[in-house]
């Protein structure tokens, strides 16, 4: 078993940290006060090519591993939760759901400006309804012969004001009920469709979070991915990579704040030493850096079970369900070990703290992952 990354991957590591040091850092704390979407940083993640990662060169992606791209997640989350889930869902859910299973002239209108950052994506599954339970679709989808008119509402919608384009799953058979279920495009503008109010968020608040609503919106029949009723199959297929990505996310949160911590008690003095030198201090950056370590194998381990083409279904579940409980054990502690400035805005890990949370929430809450996997152990 070979734990060493390519060199290419270290490259595509090292950029990607670079890039948070040095664009996404500075003005990090104003963009999560004001709930500031980070536009400009995201044009400059597509030109990196963090927006397509492991899409096609053909269809304007990097054809990177997914390993190269749980990487630049981790990096970027270190500093910047609110840039990398922007990341993730234009990577995760939406390229890799067009490349997967929409057609060649899908591929061709949607994915390729997707793909090399032109444009960013949504994933809309979410209802008020229809949380954990993804069954219970409230948004229609009725079929008109050549076009679907599509009513209903979406709920905490990631880049929901900021993309262009809109992967929603809708019910179209209510009597076949989860398979009856279609995945359709929508575009921003198509008349019926309405931007709902920003969401206060605790954290991550520099993602753009919106509701949305649909009003007899018309969607040509060719922008149905995949076969009538795939709707709630695709939607799960593609939230299995997603968990992926989200587990990325919360080892870089999870990194970020050991770091700031450890740096940070190596200089804090309390009777009459650095405080790391205490045993108190030094024992928490101890289970810190083990828990972390722990998690960063699953999500690697994840991201090689999908490069290879294994089932990554509950490997996936297993990286979220851990990494993110690491990292909201983590960002606690990095409060702690801070003290009284860990509860101030300008150390960076109330910040962290905060961004942490939403990893055991969003593509699967924790609760959901145990479901998935202990099913998963039970059949054996």
């Known amino acids: 078993?070979?734990?060493?990354?390519?060199?290419?991957?270290?490259?595509?590591?090292?950029?990607?940290?670079?890039?948070?040091?040095?664009?996404?850092?500075?003005?990090?704390?104003?963009?999560?006060?004001?709930?500031?979407?980070?536009?400009?940083?995201?044009?400059?993640?597509?030109?990196?090519?963090?927006?397509?990662?492991?899409?096609?060169?053909?269809?304007?992606?990097?054809?990177?591993?997914?390993?190269?791209?749980?990487?630049?997640?981790?990096?970027?989350?270190?500093?910047?939760?609110?840039?990398?889930?922007?990341?993730?869902?234009?990577?995760?859910?939406?390229?890799?759901?067009?490349?997967?299973?929409?057609?060649?002239?899908?591929?061709?209108?949607?994915?390729?400006?997707?793909?090399?950052?032109?444009?960013?994506?949504?994933?809309?599954?979410?209802?008020?309804?229809?949380?954990?339970?993804?069954?219970?679709?409230?948004?229609?989808?009725?079929?008109?012969?050549?076009?679907?008119?599509?009513?209903?509402?979406?709920?905490?919608?990631?880049?929901g004001n900021s993309a262009d384009v809109y992967l929603v799953i809708a019910q179209t058979y209510p009597e076949k009920k989860h398979k009856g279920i279609n995945a359709l495009i929508l575009e921003k503008g198509m008349p019926g469709f309405e931007i709902g109010p920003k969401e206060q968020k605790l954290g991550i608040r520099g993602s753009d979070t919106h509701s949305l609503i649909f009003n007899d919106v018309k969607v040509p029949k060719e922008n149905l991915i995949g076969e009538d009723g795939f709707g709630f199959k695709f939607a799960m297929k593609t939230l299995s990579g997603g968990r992926i990505g989200i587990a990325a996310q919360a080892l870089g949160i999870a990194w970020g704040a050991y770091e700031l911590a450890k740096e940070y008690s190596k200089v804090r003095k309390a009777f009459g030493t650095e405080i790391c030198n205490h045993?108190?201090?030094?024992?928490?950056?101890?289970?810190?850096?083990?828990?972390?370590?722990?998690?960063?194998?699953?999500?690697?381990?994840?991201?090689?079970?999908?490069?290879?083409?294994?089932?990554?279904?509950?490997?996936?579940?297993?990286?979220?369900?851990?990494a993110s409980e690491v990292a909201m054990n983590t960002t606690i502690e990095a409060v702690q070990i801070h003290g009284g400035n860990g509860y101030v805005k300008e150390y960076h890990v109330e910040r962290l703290m905060r961004d942490a949370k939403i990893t055991q929430i969003y593509e699967g809450t924790s609760e959901i992952q145990k479901i998935v996997i202990s099913r998963s152990l039970l059949s054996e």
């Open 279 to 322: 045993q108190a201090i030094a024992f928490k950056l101890a289970d810190m850096h083990t828990q972390i370590k722990a998690a960063e194998h699953l999500v690697l381990k994840a991201a090689w079970d999908k490069d290879i083409d294994e089932d990554y279904d509950i490997s996936g579940s297993m990286a979220k369900l851990y």
């Open 1 to 159: 078993m070979d734990f060493r990354l390519s060199e290419e991957q270290l490259m595509i590591q090292q950029a990607a940290r670079d890039f948070a040091k040095t664009e996404l850092l500075p003005g990090v704390i104003e963009r999560d006060e004001k709930q500031e979407f980070p536009k400009e940083q995201v044009k400059k993640m597509g030109e990196l090519g963090f927006l397509g990662m492991m899409t096609s060169p053909e269809y304007g992606g990097s054809g990177m591993d997914t390993i190269s791209y749980v990487l630049v997640m981790k990096e970027l989350s270190k500093i910047d939760a609110s840039s990398s889930v922007i990341v993730s869902v234009n990577n995760s859910l939406v390229c890799w759901g067009l490349e997967k299973y929409g057609t060649e002239q899908q591929k061709k209108k949607y994915l390729t400006r997707l793909a090399s950052g032109d444009i960013i994506g949504a994933f809309c599954l979410s209802e008020p309804e229809a949380g954990s339970d993804a069954t219970s679709q409230k948004t229609t989808a009725i079929d008109k012969g050549d076009h679907y008119i599509v009513n209903g509402t979406k709920n905490w919608i990631t880049n």
